[in-house]
C-alpha cells in the first residue's frame, strides 16, 4: 500500500497549507503601496486648491473644468472643478503642473463604475473621494505632507470651522 | 466595494409543514423556492469561474497579462483560464484602443462567444476612446459595438483597478441571478454619426447586427441560415469563413 501512504502524505500537507495563516496578503485584502511619481489615479484636495487653473492648461485631453470666482481678498473661490475621468489618460500632467500640489497621483482602485457617465467627477465627489483617501491613509497626502484632520460631513464637504 | 461574500450553501431543512405554518404552502411556491435556491448556487458557480477570451488590442493588455501573474493573481477569483478560443470563454475583457479596422473583429469575438457572457470594458480608450477619443480611427466606447457590464477606468488600470472590476461583475452577477434581467443597454448598431455611407467598415459592423444581412444587403438564406455568397465579404477578407452570430 505504497501509494496510498504517499497520497495521504501529500494531501496531509495540502491540509496544513488550508487551515494554516495565510502569509501573504493581496489586493482586496491588502494594497501595495505606489512610488509617489507613479502614474496612476488623481486626488484632488478642495483646501489645497487655489483655482489657478494651470492643471487645466497642461491637460493634453482638457478633461479638467474649474470654474471661480474672485473673492474680496483677491484669492479666487472654487466654484467648480471637474475632471472627466472617462477621458483621463492618467499622464499625471496636471499633478506635475500644479504649483500646490492640491492634485496628486493616488487614490483608490475601487472606482469602477456600471455606467460610464459615473466617471465624470464634480467637486463634492472629488472632495469626498479625497477625503476617503486621507481617512483611510492617516491624514498623510500621497506626497507625504500631513493633512489637518477634520470632521467629514456626508456631502463630502469638510467642515469649516 | 461589496465584502466578498460566503459560499451560499443550499438549505437542506425540509419545508415547514402546513401545520407548523398553520397555512398550505402552495406548490407552486415551493417551486419557487427551490428555484431561488439553485439560481444561487448556479450564479455561484458561473461568478466564481469566469474564463476570459485571450485577446488583447493595445497597452492595457499588458496590464491585464499583470493581472494573471502571481503577483495580482487573478486565479483567486477563478478568472485566470485565458481560452484561445471565444467558444469556451465568458467573459470579454476589452483590452485596449478599439480601432474602427478591429471594431468588426470585436464584434465577430462577441457574437462568437456562448451565453451567457459579460463584458469588462479596461482602460479610458475603450471605456469612450480615451486619448484618442477626438482622433479618426478610434471607436467612441467599445459599447457601441458590444453591451458592456462594468467600466474600468484607468491608462492602463493597475491590476489592483481590474480586480475591482472583476469584483464588481461577480457582484453584478449575483444581482441579476441566472434568469434575471441584464441591466446593460445593448449597442443599437446604428453608425451613421460616426462613419459615411458606404464605408466598408461600416457596411461589415451593420452586418453584425441584427438582423445579420450580409455586407451587400442580402438576406440570408431561409433555410439553412447561411449567408449568400457575396464578393465583397471574400474580398475583404481573404476568402475566411464568415463568424456568424452564435
Ligand atoms: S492625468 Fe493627464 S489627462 Fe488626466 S486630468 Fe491630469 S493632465 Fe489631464
Ligand atoms: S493647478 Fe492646482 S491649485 Fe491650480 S487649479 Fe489646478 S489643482 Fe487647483
Ligand atoms: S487606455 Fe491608455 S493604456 Fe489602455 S490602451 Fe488606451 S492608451 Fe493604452
Known amino acids: 500500500m505504497a501509494y496510498g501512504i ?3 502524505k501529500g494531501l496531509l500537507t495540502t491540509v496544513k497549507h488550508l487551515v494554516r495563516e495565510p502569509t501573504t496578503f493581496e489586493f482586496p485584502e491588502a494594497e501595495r503601496p505606489i512610488p ?9 484636495f478642495v483646501e489645497r486648491c487655489t483655482g489657478c487653473s494651470t492643471c487645466a492648461q497642461a491637460c493634453p485631453d482638457g478633461c479638467i473644468l474649474v470654474q471661480t470666482q474672485p473673492r474680496e481678498d483677491g484669492s479666487y473661490l472654487v466654484e467648480r472643478y471637474e475632471i472627466d475621468f472617462r477621458l483621463c489618460m492618467y499622464c499625471g500632467l496636471c499633478a506635475e503642473a500644479c504649483p500646490y500640489e492640491a492634485i496628486q497621483v493616488g487614490g483608490s482602485y475601487t472606482n469602477v463604475v456600471r455606467d460610464p457617465n459615473d466617471l465624470y467627477h464634480d467637486k463634492p465627489t472629488l472632495t469626498s473621494l479625497a477625503n476617503e483617501y486621507l481617512d483611510a491613509h492617516d491624514w498623510i497626502y500621497p506626497n507625504g505632507q500631513p493633512a489637518v484632520r477634520q470632521e467629514i460631513h456626508p456631502a463630502g464637504e469638510r467642515q469649516h470651522h | 466595494m461589496a465584502d466578498r461574500e460566503t459560499i451560499p450553501v443550499l438549505n437542506v431543512e425540509p419545508p415547514p409543514t402546513a ?15 427551490l428555484i431561488t435556491q439553485v439560481d444561487s448556487v448556479l450564479t455561484w458557480a458561473r461568478r466564481s469561474s469566469l474564463w476570459p477570451a485571450m485577446f488583447g488590442l493595445a497597452c492595457c493588455a ?18 485566470e483560464v485565458f481560452r484561445a478560443s471565444p467558444r469556451q470563454a465568458d467573459l470579454m475583457i476589452v483590452a485596449g484602443t478599439v480601432t474602427w479596422k478591429m471594431a468588426p473583429a470585436v464584434r465577430r469575438i462577441y457574437l462568437q462567444m456562448a451565453e451567457p457572457k459579460w463584458v469588462i470594458s479596461m ?3 475603450s471605456n469612450i476612446g480615451g486619448p484618442f477619443a477626438h482622433g479618426y480611427s478610434t471607436l467612441p466606447g467599445v459599447n457601441n ?14 491590476p489592483e483597478s481590474l480586480l475591482s472590476g472583476l469584483m464588481l461583475l461577480q457582484d453584478v452577477m449575483k444581482e441579476e ?5 441584464r441591466r446593460r443597454p445593448e449597442p443599437d448598431g446604428d453608425f451613421s454619426t460616426m462613419l459615411p455611407e458606404g464605408d466598408p467598415i ?8 441584427p438582423p445579420y444581412l450580409s455586407v451587400s444587403g442580402e438576406p440570408r438564406d431561409t433555410e439553412t441560415g447561411a449567408l449568400p455568397h457575396d464578393t465583397n465579404y471574400l474580398t475583404m477578407h481573404g476568402g475566411s469563413a464568415p463568424g456568424g452570430p452564435a
Open chain 1, 6 to 8: 504517499g497520497i495521504a
Open chain 2, 62 to 79: 499588458i496590464e491585464m497579462i499583470a493581472t494573471a501573474n502571481a503577483r495580482y493573481d487573478i486565479a483567486r477569483f477563478g478568472a
Open chain 1, 36 to 44: 509617489p511619481r507613479a502614474r496612476t489615479n488623481l486626488v484632488w
Open chain 2, 177 to 181: 441571478g441566472v434568469l434575471g434581467k
Open chain 2, 202 to 209: 461600416r457596411r461589415e459592423l451593420e452586418a453584425l447586427f
Open chain 2, 145 to 158: 459595438v458590444v453591451p458592456v457590464d462594468v467600466y474600468v477606468p484607468g491608462c492602463p488600470p493597475r
Open chain 2, 19 to 33: 401545520e407548523e405554518t398553520g397555512t398550505d404552502i402552495e406548490s407552486d411556491l415551493r417551486q419557487q423556492l
Open chain 2, 123 to 125: 482602460g479610458s480608450c
